[in-house]
């Protein structure tokens, strides 16, 4: 019944902006059929995490002044931010009781901390509605965040991944995802797209700079974070990250080893082992989000020239700005 609900809700949307659509450039999207250009970036279109959906969101979606946002690109470690910021946010309710199971020994990250976009259709109270701050992400870059987002003055963390990482990751993703029908996606295909931009909300520098800016501009109620900081110094960084939520550890909590108990439990070790089995949702099996969970695999797949072309442009996109990868 609640899908019904949700379809019959997302076709009135997809019908509210089909005219505006055909209007927009179209691009060969990685799993689904086209990607959209709006505002400088790609978005999907037809499913809930859709262009429509995201214009719908600009008109609608309400944010709270105590919400927090973890925005990021596919493919930057959304997966693990979700689980690390849930459970520093939530670390209280879990600990020394032992008849609560802590929810990501048993759920995927992605049902304990939703994207925005259901929020469209959704009528049921969930986790979020239970709990302050509500914690949710989102991919939209900077630009085209629902005004609310931007005006209520609450936090965003943005996390981002070096662009050769995030390729290789979602090309790999890409083919584990997308119909049979379409065949399998060759690198040097998923290269081209990457490097012309083309991909589900990117081109990856643009939404990249667009944060980083931000961060400059407001430097407290934006956290700006990378994958392979994050892998490199995860304790500080976790630490950092419990501050920035407002929930910083205790000395007590530090000496009895709560930091590295958090780490532990968002690990890719054991997120993987617990998402071994069943599906996120209709057909997204919930292994495909835990993959190599390592900085650089790159390497093993780009040529030289490939990764040239690629350092050319980040660095003329980044030219001026702090970010290395
Ligand atoms: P790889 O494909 O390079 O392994 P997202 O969550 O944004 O979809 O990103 C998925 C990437 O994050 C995948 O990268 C995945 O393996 C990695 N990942 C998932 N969980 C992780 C964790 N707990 N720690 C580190 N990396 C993780």
Same mark, same amino acid.
């Given at each position: ?13 997809? +019908? ?38 995201? %214009? ?10 105590? +919400? ?15 689980? /690390?910021? *849930? ?19 048993? *759920? ?6 939703? =994207? ?19 914690? *949710? ?27 050769? +990482?995030?390729?290789?990751? /979602? ?13 399998? %996606? ?21 939404? @990249? ?20 900081? %994050? ?12 501050? =920035? ?22 690990? *890719? ?25 390592? @900085? ?5 797949? /780009? ?6 072309? /690629?350092?050319?442009? @980040?660095?003329?996109? =980044? ?7």
């Amino acid at each position: 019944e609640e899908n019904e609900y949700e379809k019959a809700h997302l076709a009135i949307i997809f +019908d509210r902006y089909k005219d505006r659509l055909t209007t927009f450039p179209k691009e060969k999207g990685w799993i689904s059929e086209t990607l959209y250009m709006y505002h400088g970036f790609w978005h999907l279109s037809g499913g809930v995490y859709s262009i429509e959906t995201m %214009m719908a969101l600009q008109e609608s979606f309400k944010a709270h002044p105590t +919400d927090i946002y973890l925005v990021t690109l596919p493919k930057s470690g959304t997966t693990w931010m979700k689980a /690390l910021m *849930f459970a520093l946010v939530n670390r209280t309710r879990y600990k020394n009781n032992c008849r609560l199971t802590h929810p990501l020994l048993i *759920f995927n990250p992605h049902k304990c901390l939703p =994207f925005i976009e259901p929020e469209i259709y959704r009528k049921t109270p969930t986790y979020v509605d239970a709990h302050q701050p509500r914690l *949710f992400a989102t991919h939209i870059p900077y630009t085209l965040l629902p005004q609310s987002i931007l005006d209520s003055g609450c936090r965003l963390v943005y996390m981002c991944r070096n662009p050769k +990482d995030v390729l290789v990751s /979602l090309f790999h993703f890409t083919n584990k995802l997308r119909d049979k029908s379409r065949g399998i %996606m060759t690198f040097e295909e998923a290269f081209e797209m990457f490097s012309n931009g083309v991909m589900p909300y990117g081109p990856h520098w643009d939404h @990249v700079k667009g944060y980083y800016n931000a961060n400059l501009e407001h430097p407290t109620r934006i956290l700006f974070l990378t994958y392979e900081n %994050m892998e490199k110094d995860t304790m500080n960084n976790v630490k950092r990250l419990a501050e =920035f939520l407002g929930c910083p550890f205790t000395k007590k909590e530090e000496a009895e080893g709560a930091v590295e108990e958090i780490v532990k439990i968002c690990s *890719f070790k054991n997120l993987k082992e617990v998402n071994k089995h069943g599906n996120l949702r209709d057909d997204v099996p919930n292994h495909t989000f835990f993959r190599k969970g390592k @900085v650089g695999d790159w390497s093993n797949h /780009l040529t030289t020239e490939m990764s040239y072309i /690629l350092d050319q442009i @980040v660095k003329e996109k =980044f030219e001026g700005l702090d970010i290395s990868f």
